[in-house]
């Protein structure tokens, strides 16, 4: 099934009406890349593919089917895919692409980071802009879909912290820390997708770990007021090792939020 909605994306079977084409790419630091795929659907749709690696040669194995972020405003009925990029940068291990809407704009900004083959950590953070005078309230959604050693079967997850995910795939040495915030939910595929892409208002609510062995998903949420004029950011920290060097993994992903925090 997974390979069937890659193909479509590939292919482009979706409106191109929002003249995205051209917003995905590529960046990489060392070992590590992450890819993001063309996306011509608009806010109803479920967002681009994604592929990320952090081992060298042609062992370069893809953890990621997918990443993305939604939006909710106070008032709507619904959760949003960002579309229709109005501009769009890819230089070295930094990608940032601008959405423009009636009462913000977004910067969401993805920085890949390669500390040694089979070590790297991909960090994404949306900055908001309330461009009206008046209080603006919002919902972020960061979903993931994390195919460990490029198989959808076998991974299990668990929370390892108050913000953090642990999916380990059961059938090989790789494992990866999900960081983002205390609110989540876990499914396996497609749930946590369509949740936040059908027609209805959700919110997440803390279920679904421990997870597996299975076709992992996760989201996390963050609610903000935004002040006139103001801006707040949000970001979430995918980690792979291999799972030998796991002991320190959790020390490296505090690292990574302490040095956050203090940006």
């Known amino acids: 099934m997974k390979n069937f909605i890659a193909a479509l994306a590939v292919t482009g079977l979706a ?37 990320f690696s952090v081992d060298a040669g042609a062992s370069n194995t893809d953890h990621l ?19 229709g990029a109005t501009s769009w940068s890819y230089s070295g291990n930094i990608a940032r692409l601008t959405y423009t809407y009636p009462q913000f704009r977004a910067t969401i900004q993805f920085v890949v980071t390669g500390v040694e083959s089979g070590l790297g950590f991909l960090t994404q953070t949306v900055t908001l802009v309330n461009t009206t005078n008046a209080p603006l309230m919002i919902n972020l959604f960061n979903y993931q879909d994390l195919d460990m050693a490029e198989t959808s079967s076998n991974d299990a997850a668990d929370q390892s912290g108050v913000n953090i995910i642990s999916v ?7 494992r990866a820390e999900y960081e983002g915030t205390n609110a989540f939910q876990v499914a396996s595929f497609d749930n946590i997708r369509e949740f936040l892409s059908d027609g209805n208002l959700d919110n997440l609510n803390g279920t679904g770990l421990p997870f597996g062995p299975g076709d992992w998903t996760g989201a996390y949420q963050w609610s903000f007021t935004l002040n ?36």
């Open 15 to 51: 409106t191109a009406a929002l003249g995205q084409v051209g917003s995905g790419g590529t960046i990489t630091d060392g070992d590590s890349s992450f890819s993001l795929g063309e996306y011509t659907g608009d806010g109803s749709g479920t967002g681009p593919l994604s592929d």
């Open 65 to 83: 089917f997918q990443t993305w972020w939604w939006f909710r405003l106070a008032g709507d009925a619904r959760e949003t895919a960002f579309s």
């Open 168 to 174: 380990n795939d059961t059938a090989s040495d790789w």
């Open 228 to 263: 006139p004029r103001g801006a707040a950011s949000a970001s979430a920290t995918t980690t792979i090792v291999p799972a030998p060097g796991a002991a320190g993994l959790l020390g490296l992903a505090g690292l990574v939020a302490a040095r956050r925090r203090r940006g």
